[in-house]
Each structure stands twice: as C-alpha cells, then as structure tokens.
C-alpha cells in the first residue's frame, strides 16, 4: 500500500513512480472508458475570454500552504481561484507567495463584492497588492444571485474603469443561489464573460428538478450550463465533489469520479476543487482527461449513500421557500464547512454573515418545517443543529 505523500519532496517522488506504473500498464488493457490516459492534460476555452485553461483549476480558498499551490502549478494546473475575503484578505497574500516567479503561467482569480465604485476599485486594488500582481486575469462579482445584480450599473462601471486601466483582464460572477437565473442572465447582458457556478452529480436530483423540467418550468442546472456555455460564457465549476467528504474505502476515488461527472458537462470550462495537501492534487489531478466510467458511477453512489443525508447540493429549489424567511441553501451550506470540509472557522464566520432575520433561530420554535428538499435532507433536523453548533 502506498502512503499519500506528506511533502512536496514526496509528491514529486510519487508523480515519478507514477509516470512509470502508467507505462507499464499501457501495455495492458486500458482503462475503462477513459478516453485519454490517466491524468493527462486537457484543456478548454474559457469562453470568449481568450484564455484556454486546463480541466482542472485549483480552488486555493482553503488552502494555508503557498508550496501546495505551488505544486500543482509545476504539474499544469493554470487556473487559479482566491478572494479577497478568503481567510480574511490572508489567502490572496498565500496566494501571491505562491505564484512568484510563475505569474504567468496561470489564469488568476479573485472577486469583489458589489458596493460603491470607489470602494470596488479600492478592493481590487488591495487585491493587486495583496496578490503581487499588475494585473488581474478574472475578477468576479461575488456571491450573485439576480438578474438585478448582473445589470447593477455601479459594478459594471467600476470594473469597466479597472479594466479601461489595464489592472484587470476580464469581469465575471460567482453564484450560489439563483445559479440558472443568473447563468442565463450574464449569457443575455453580455458584460461578464465567466460564471462560477457550484455544479456537482447531487444537481438536477429529485422528484422537483423532474417535474419542473417536464412542466417547461425549468431547464435544469445542468442543461442551462450547457446551453450558456455553447453561447461563449466561460462556466467554472465550484463545489466539485460534494463537500468533500471522507472516501468510503476501496475502489474507485469518488472524488475523481465527482470530477469527471463535472466534466461531462461540454459547458464546464474548468474546475476548481479546494486542495490542502500533496495527496489531494495527487486525486484531482488523476481525474484530467477521464470520462466518465461505469466503475465512476458505482464510486459515485457509494459516497452518496457515505453522505446520506448530510449534504446539500445547492440546488435553489428550496429558497425561498420558508415562510419565516430563513436562507436554508446559507444556512445548509455553513454546516457542509463544518461536516464536510471540517474547517469549524469558516462555518462560523459564513453563518454569522447571515442576518438574523434570515438564520435558523426560528426554526427551533416552529412545529413542523414546511421546507421540502429534492434530496430528501431532514431540512428542519439541519438547520436547528447548525444554529445550535455554529451561532454564538
């Protein structure tokens, strides 16, 4: 058995044995239904922003240790996604250390939060120190989602004059909630030319999703993906593998098979799976260039069922939905931070962002939840334990 490597000394000695173990078993039988071999480079148009980037970005928000960065640079990954409110402005700075003397080797994300031009201009340019850049590839308007907020003409303005000023490349949004509203209205304004989107194989599911789709109520996430991304919006996929959940052991890597159901979709640009360790780029980067396999499949239900019912998969179909105002998709959300990707820290900090007219604190008092989930998550039972583990 081969240990996960600990060190970048290890990572690298690991990538050598398997770049041998590849050419040894090219000359078996190949892999099922991959259709590129395992972990081999494959890169897409971001859109009609004029980069191409590979499959499979790296989401640094997590991420506390430049050299992690830095490794999956030197083994190709050329996209990379920060914030300036990641870990209080400390992430853009990792970030920076961690992309020094490589700039130019990756497409360079962050985001920005809608408030007064001058303050926006102001953020970005915090975000360039912080950053030690001249310029940023990609800044996104974070958090949107409304059409509203797409055609907000105090954003637009300002990130017009960044980019008029040659301190940013191209605008675009991230989304959490509303994603096939906002999706469709980024490819109907025009202005942004990228949507980040959580996209994973717990979208589309449910007895709601069906019935919506066969009412014309809705598309589907999956479908509106697509079609935005056949219109020339650069689609990149967050929330990749489901909140990150443990592997159940044996088999298939489930977060390989997460990716490559992302990767199905011929909208996803690229992805940007958080990654802290040498281990994790290591699984990740196995997933460039794999299709979608019936062992995927079989890995991929597997952690599903090791999931149950824990995990959200932002959908939007319950927003809205309560009648006492509560965010689930927030609020649900903040508890995969804490279960999932076990980072306490940041649960609190993303469910004391909430108002509070909009936490779960009327749900300890209400008698029945009349909140109902295509995935069948015991709504109520989650949202009082992630007001009672995460408030205060």
Partial sequence: ????????????????????????????????????????????????????????????????DPDVI???????????????????????????RALAGVRDKVVLATKVHIDPGDKM?????????????DVIDLLQLHGISTEGEVTDPRAREALQKLIDRGKVRVAGVTTHSGQETVLRAVRKH???????????????????????????????????IRSVGEAGVGI???KTQAGGYPSPPGGVSPHQAA?????????????????TTYAQVEDN??????????????????????????????????????????????VLRSLTYRDGYRLEELARASYAALPAERNASACGDCPSCAVSCPLRLPVARLAREAHAVLSG
Wanted: hydrophobic fraction near 40%; include cysteine; proline fraction near 4%.
């Fill in 1 to 64: 058995m081969t240990l996960p490597p600990t060190t970048r000394r290890d990572f690298l000695k690991t990538i050598a044995a398997a770049g041998i173990a590849t050419a040894v078993a090219g000359q078996g039988t190949q892999p099922e239904a991959v259709a590129a071999p395992a972990g081999a480079a494959e890169k897409r148009p971001l859109g009609r922003t004029g980069f191409t980037v590979s499959t499979i970005g790296f989401g640094a928000m997590i991420t506390r």
């Fill in 121 to 133: 201009i102001r953020s970005a340019e915090n975000s360039l120190r912080s950053l030690k850049v």
């Fill in 190 to 224: 025009g202005f942004y030319k990228t949507v980040l989107v959580a996209y994973n194989f717990r979208s589309d599911t449910g007895v709601t999703a069906a019935v919506k789709g066969a009412l014309g109520l809705s598309e589907g996430l999956s479908n509106t």
């Fill in 285 to 330: 980067l196995g997933a460039r260039g794999r299709r979608l396999s019936f062992s995927d499949r079989v890995a991929l239900r597997r952690y599903a069922m090791e999931i149950g019912d824990r995990h959200c998969g932002l959908c939007g179909a319950c927003d809205g939905a309560c009648p006492n105002g509560v965010d689930v998709p927030s």
């Fill in 259 to 275: 990716l490559a159901w992302v990767l199905g979709n011929p909208g996803v640009a690229t992805t940007v799976p958080s990654m």
């Fill in 236 to 238: 990149i996929a967050m």
């Fill in 70 to 96: 830095r490794a999956a640079v030197d083994r190709g990954v050329d996209y990379v996604d920060t914030a300036d409110c990641y870990m209080g402005g400390e992430n853009e700075r990792i970030v920076g």
